[in-house]
């Protein structure tokens, strides 16, 4: 981590709201909102969910580990692209403690396990996050910010800063709206 008091100065934090993909509506969540902020080569996320939260899927508490597929259910989701590049990293975090994050060198393609490895908590209804993310720390990053929400009845709802047309996909990078910049641009 680095020392907010020696290191880079922090970007200004900004909240997004996200918003519910069409076709998949949620019956549990009303909204959900994000805080993002970045120190250097960290990317700070805070993630709070609002609506009726017992009738959501949470997964259960279990000790920090990369996970794949944690997508399948309730997870807080964040796509950090390089400005002016193609590749970009994908953030998965579980509110049951356990993560991913995969480099990609284009929409889909390429995929290998990244190097970031996030610190998080959650405390319902606020999953918050820091990742390292050192290869793209030069860059602007523009975010795709992202969220599937499992209810308690198996349906799920996804949601994003913005929706392409059709299904869902978060790895479209029309939808890597938010913006923060590099340091020495901030």
Known sequence: MIDVATGPRPSPGMRERLVPHPAFPSLAVTAIGVEI???????????????????????????????????????????????????????NLSPSGRWASYQFTGHRAGMRNAAAVPHLSWQ??????????????????????????????????????QHPDGPPDFHNANCFLAHLAAPDRA
């Open 124 to 161: 319902s209804p606020t999953l918050a996050a820091d990742v390292e993310l050192n290869d793209i720390a030069d860059a602007d990053w523009l975010l795709g910010l992202t969220v599937v929400i499992e209810a308690t009845d198996g349906t799920k709802s996804y949601w994003a800063l």
């Open 37 to 91: 902020a970045r120190n250097g080569a960290i990317l700070s996320l805070r993630y709070t969910v609002d609506g009726a939260l017992d009738r959501v899927l949470w997964p259960e508490p279990r000790p920090p580990a990369r996970t794949d597929e944690l997508w399948m259910h309730t997870c807080f989701e964040a796509f950090v692209q390089p400005a002016g590049q193609v590749g970009y990293v994908e953030i």
